[in-house]
Protein backbone atom coordinates (compact mmCIF):
# COMPACT_ATOMS: atom_id res chain seq x y z
CA UNK A 1 0.00 0.00 0.00
CA UNK A 2 1.47 3.19 -0.68
CA UNK A 3 1.73 6.04 1.56
CA UNK A 4 -0.30 8.59 -0.15
CA UNK A 5 -3.61 7.43 -1.74
CA UNK A 6 -4.95 9.79 -4.53
CA UNK A 7 -8.29 9.15 -6.84
CA UNK A 8 -6.24 9.11 -10.27
CA UNK A 9 -9.78 10.36 -12.06
CA UNK A 10 -9.76 11.25 -15.02
CA UNK A 11 -11.99 14.36 -13.51
CA UNK A 12 -14.28 16.31 -15.88
CA UNK A 13 -16.50 19.97 -14.87
CA UNK A 14 -17.65 22.44 -16.97
CA UNK A 15 -15.34 25.39 -16.89
CA UNK A 16 -16.03 27.91 -13.71
CA UNK A 17 -16.79 24.99 -12.01
CA UNK A 18 -15.29 24.51 -7.86
CA UNK A 19 -12.60 21.29 -7.96
CA UNK A 20 -11.98 19.20 -4.88
CA UNK A 21 -8.54 17.28 -5.16
CA UNK A 22 -8.05 14.75 -2.50
CA UNK A 23 -5.03 12.57 -0.44
CA UNK A 24 -4.85 10.73 1.96
CA UNK A 25 -2.04 9.24 3.59
CA UNK A 26 -1.22 6.52 6.55
CA UNK A 27 2.25 8.38 7.96
CA UNK A 28 1.90 11.08 10.84
CA UNK A 29 5.77 11.84 10.67
CA UNK A 30 4.66 13.92 7.28
CA UNK A 31 4.84 17.26 8.18
CA UNK A 32 4.98 19.53 4.98
CA UNK A 33 2.38 19.46 2.49
CA UNK A 34 2.63 20.38 -1.40
CA UNK A 35 0.40 20.17 -4.79
CA UNK A 36 1.97 20.30 -7.93
CA UNK A 37 0.07 20.60 -11.45
CA UNK A 38 1.91 19.08 -14.46
CA UNK A 39 0.95 19.13 -17.94
CA UNK A 40 1.74 16.46 -20.29
CA UNK A 41 5.48 15.71 -20.70
CA UNK A 42 6.25 18.69 -18.55
CA UNK A 43 7.74 19.22 -14.80
CA UNK A 44 5.81 19.22 -12.51
CA UNK A 45 4.62 23.04 -10.69
CA UNK A 46 4.50 24.03 -7.36
CA UNK A 47 1.27 25.29 -6.97
CA UNK A 48 0.93 25.19 -3.17
CA UNK A 49 2.56 24.42 0.08
CA UNK A 50 1.82 24.11 3.86
CA UNK A 51 3.00 22.52 7.00
CA UNK A 52 0.20 22.96 9.28
CA UNK A 53 -3.22 21.85 9.31
CA UNK A 54 -5.93 24.20 8.40
CA UNK A 55 -6.65 26.46 4.94
CA UNK A 56 -3.81 28.47 2.67
CA UNK A 57 -5.48 30.47 0.20
CA UNK A 58 -3.10 31.81 -2.85
CA UNK A 59 -5.54 33.07 -5.65
CA UNK A 60 -8.20 30.65 -7.10
CA UNK A 61 -6.16 28.22 -5.21
CA UNK A 62 -7.24 27.05 -1.73
CA UNK A 63 -5.20 24.23 0.17
CA UNK A 64 -6.51 22.50 3.07
CA UNK A 65 -4.67 19.96 5.40
CA UNK A 66 -6.02 17.83 8.16
CA UNK A 67 -3.95 16.23 10.06
CA UNK A 68 -5.93 14.56 12.68
CA UNK A 69 -7.81 12.84 9.67
CA UNK A 70 -4.61 12.66 7.51
CA UNK A 71 -6.06 13.96 4.63
CA UNK A 72 -5.29 16.85 2.22
CA UNK A 73 -7.55 18.84 -0.40
CA UNK A 74 -6.86 21.17 -2.83
CA UNK A 75 -9.76 23.35 -4.21
CA UNK A 76 -9.59 25.21 -7.46
CA UNK A 77 -12.39 27.89 -7.80
CA UNK A 78 -13.50 29.16 -11.30
CA UNK A 79 -11.45 26.52 -12.73
CA UNK A 80 -10.18 27.03 -16.15
CA UNK A 81 -9.41 24.93 -19.27
CA UNK A 82 -6.07 26.80 -18.86
CA UNK A 83 -6.06 24.15 -15.31
CA UNK A 84 -6.67 20.72 -17.34
CA UNK A 85 -3.45 18.65 -16.04
CA UNK A 86 -2.47 16.29 -13.66
CA UNK A 87 -2.50 17.17 -9.75
CA UNK A 88 0.02 15.64 -7.63
CA UNK A 89 -0.07 15.80 -3.58
CA UNK A 90 3.07 15.41 -2.01
CA UNK A 91 4.80 15.07 1.67
CA UNK A 92 7.53 14.97 3.09
CA UNK A 93 8.82 14.39 6.61
CA UNK A 94 10.70 16.90 9.20
CA UNK A 95 14.13 16.86 8.04
CA UNK A 96 13.11 14.14 5.42
CA UNK A 97 15.45 13.64 2.09
CA UNK A 98 12.61 12.83 -0.08
CA UNK A 99 8.99 13.64 -1.36
CA UNK A 100 6.42 11.05 -1.38
CA UNK A 101 4.07 11.45 -4.17
CA UNK A 102 0.11 10.60 -4.76
CA UNK A 103 -0.58 8.58 -8.26
CA UNK A 104 -2.03 11.97 -9.74
CA UNK A 105 -5.53 12.84 -10.61
CA UNK A 106 -6.13 13.95 -14.12
CA UNK A 107 -8.36 17.24 -14.56
CA UNK A 108 -10.13 18.35 -17.97
CA UNK A 109 -12.03 21.46 -17.70
CA UNK A 110 -14.97 21.66 -20.59
CA UNK A 111 -15.05 25.16 -22.00
CA UNK B 1 13.17 34.42 -11.12
CA UNK B 2 15.60 31.68 -11.92
CA UNK B 3 14.23 28.17 -11.94
CA UNK B 4 15.92 24.49 -11.62
CA UNK B 5 17.87 23.68 -15.14
CA UNK B 6 18.36 19.92 -16.31
CA UNK B 7 20.21 19.16 -19.51
CA UNK B 8 20.07 17.77 -22.16
CA UNK B 9 15.95 18.23 -22.72
CA UNK B 10 15.92 15.21 -25.01
CA UNK B 11 18.59 12.36 -24.77
CA UNK B 12 18.50 9.51 -27.57
CA UNK B 13 20.33 6.16 -26.21
CA UNK B 14 21.24 2.85 -27.23
CA UNK B 15 21.13 -0.25 -25.07
CA UNK B 16 24.04 -0.68 -22.78
CA UNK B 17 25.11 2.53 -23.41
CA UNK B 18 25.97 5.20 -20.55
CA UNK B 19 24.34 8.33 -19.98
CA UNK B 20 24.73 11.67 -17.71
CA UNK B 21 22.07 14.02 -17.00
CA UNK B 22 22.55 17.18 -15.27
CA UNK B 23 20.92 19.03 -12.98
CA UNK B 24 21.91 22.84 -12.14
CA UNK B 25 19.58 24.17 -8.90
CA UNK B 26 18.23 27.33 -7.93
CA UNK B 27 20.78 29.81 -6.80
CA UNK B 28 21.30 29.34 -2.89
CA UNK B 29 19.33 25.52 -3.11
CA UNK B 30 21.19 23.25 -1.53
CA UNK B 31 19.30 19.84 -1.66
CA UNK B 32 18.77 18.46 -4.54
CA UNK B 33 16.17 15.41 -5.36
CA UNK B 34 16.39 12.72 -8.07
CA UNK B 35 13.00 11.32 -9.91
CA UNK B 36 11.90 9.02 -12.41
CA UNK B 37 8.47 9.23 -13.98
CA UNK B 38 7.17 6.64 -16.16
CA UNK B 39 4.42 7.35 -18.83
CA UNK B 40 1.24 7.38 -16.84
CA UNK B 41 3.15 7.19 -13.77
CA UNK B 42 3.82 9.39 -10.68
CA UNK B 43 7.38 9.88 -10.19
CA UNK B 44 9.52 7.63 -7.99
CA UNK B 45 12.12 8.63 -5.79
CA UNK B 46 15.73 8.16 -6.98
CA UNK B 47 18.42 9.53 -4.56
CA UNK B 48 19.12 13.08 -2.92
CA UNK B 49 21.93 15.18 -1.47
CA UNK B 50 22.00 17.94 0.65
CA UNK B 51 24.91 20.23 1.13
CA UNK B 52 26.96 18.02 -1.38
CA UNK B 53 26.51 14.79 0.92
CA UNK B 54 24.12 11.80 -0.41
CA UNK B 55 21.23 11.80 2.02
CA UNK B 56 18.35 9.57 0.95
CA UNK B 57 18.54 6.48 -1.61
CA UNK B 58 15.54 5.05 -3.35
CA UNK B 59 14.57 2.75 -5.63
CA UNK B 60 17.73 3.62 -7.84
CA UNK B 61 19.25 0.76 -9.64
CA UNK B 62 23.31 -0.14 -8.92
CA UNK B 63 23.55 0.59 -12.80
CA UNK B 64 22.92 4.13 -11.54
CA UNK B 65 25.38 6.25 -9.82
CA UNK B 66 25.01 10.32 -9.04
CA UNK B 67 26.61 13.00 -6.65
CA UNK B 68 26.45 16.70 -6.18
CA UNK B 69 29.59 18.93 -6.61
CA UNK B 70 31.02 21.81 -5.05
CA UNK B 71 28.63 24.67 -7.02
CA UNK B 72 25.68 21.94 -5.69
CA UNK B 73 24.79 21.38 -8.88
CA UNK B 74 24.39 17.44 -9.75
CA UNK B 75 25.00 14.61 -12.25
CA UNK B 76 22.87 11.34 -12.39
CA UNK B 77 25.20 8.89 -14.30
CA UNK B 78 23.49 5.75 -15.65
CA UNK B 79 25.53 2.73 -17.26
CA UNK B 80 24.40 -0.53 -19.27
CA UNK B 81 21.08 1.39 -20.09
CA UNK B 82 18.12 -0.82 -20.61
CA UNK B 83 14.74 -0.14 -22.73
CA UNK B 84 13.30 -0.06 -19.30
CA UNK B 85 15.02 2.99 -18.38
CA UNK B 86 13.12 4.68 -20.83
CA UNK B 87 11.32 8.07 -18.79
CA UNK B 88 11.39 11.26 -18.12
CA UNK B 89 13.89 11.81 -15.15
CA UNK B 90 13.09 14.92 -12.62
CA UNK B 91 15.36 16.85 -10.68
CA UNK B 92 14.18 19.48 -7.88
CA UNK B 93 15.64 22.04 -5.49
CA UNK B 94 14.95 23.36 -2.25
CA UNK B 95 16.81 25.82 -0.37
CA UNK B 96 16.66 23.28 2.86
CA UNK B 97 15.73 19.84 3.79
CA UNK B 98 12.21 21.81 5.27
CA UNK B 99 11.08 24.07 2.27
CA UNK B 100 9.61 23.07 -0.71
CA UNK B 101 10.87 21.87 -3.73
CA UNK B 102 10.99 23.34 -7.16
CA UNK B 103 11.04 20.95 -10.23
CA UNK B 104 13.19 21.63 -13.80
CA UNK B 105 11.82 20.39 -17.01
CA UNK B 106 13.28 16.92 -17.60
CA UNK B 107 15.10 14.92 -19.52
CA UNK B 108 13.42 12.74 -21.63
CA UNK B 109 15.76 9.46 -22.31
CA UNK B 110 14.97 7.24 -24.55
CA UNK B 111 16.67 3.95 -24.70
CA UNK B 112 16.73 2.26 -28.27
Known amino acids: QKEVEQDPGPLSVPEGAIVSLNCTYS??????FMWYRQYSRKGPELLMY????GNKEDGRFTAQVDKSSKYISLFIRDSQPSDSATYLC???????????FGTGTSLTVIP | AAGVIQSPRHLIKEKRETATLKCYPI?????VYWYQQGPGQDPQFLIS???????DKGSIPDRFSAQQFSDYHSELNMSSLELGDSALYFC???????????FGQGTRLTVV
Open chain 2, 92 to 102: ASSFDQNTEAF
Open chain 1, 27 to 32: NSAFQY
Open chain 1, 50 to 53: TYSS
Open chain 1, 90 to 100: AMKRWNGNQFY
Open chain 2, 27 to 31: PRHDT
Open chain 2, 49 to 55: FYEKMQS
